[in-house]
């Protein structure tokens, strides 16, 4: 199974963040008992929403979209979340399956 799902103008993505990661970016597919995750790792804590905001920019940075095209969508206090990617459904997933 994907890690992602189209949804009307956009495309979830599920993923799971490593917050303070020494290895910041895209770390491959994580396993989880839902589906295949997307890992992201980003140096930043998990303090007042700050690596919630590092992991939307780091996907929007890969898929190459506007920071603002990226949100959290579920789980903005768990590793494990959803992020709503919004755009060309076609394009985006053309650019996650390259992942």
Same mark, same amino acid.
């Given at each position: 199974?994907?890690?992602?799902?189209?949804?009307?103008?956009?495309?979830?993505?599920?993923?799971?963040?490593?917050?303070?990661? &020494?290895?910041?970016?895209?770390?491959?597919?994580?396993?989880?008992?839902?589906?295949?995750?997307? &890992?992201?790792?980003?140096?930043?804590?998990?303090?007042?929403?700050?690596?919630?905001?590092?992991?939307?920019?780091?996907?929007? &940075?890969?898929? #190459?979209?506007?920071?603002?095209?990226?949100?959290?969508?579920?789980?903005?206090?768990?590793? #494990?979340?959803?992020?709503?990617?919004?755009?060309?459904?076609?394009?985006?997933?053309?650019?996650?399956?390259?992942?």
């Amino acid at each position: 199974m994907a890690f992602w799902r189209v949804a009307p103008e956009a495309v979830l993505v599920m993923v799971k963040v490593q917050p303070k990661s &020494r290895r910041p970016g895209i770390q491959g597919r994580a396993p989880a008992p839902d589906g295949e995750r997307l &890992r992201i790792g980003v140096s930043a804590a998990a303090e007042d929403g700050r690596a919630n905001r590092a992991a939307c920019a780091t996907l929007a &940075r890969v898929l #190459d979209v506007p920071a603002a095209s990226v949100a959290v969508a579920a789980g903005a206090t768990s590793r #494990d979340k959803t992020l709503r990617v919004s755009g060309d459904p076609e394009r985006l997933v053309t650019r996650l399956e390259a992942l």
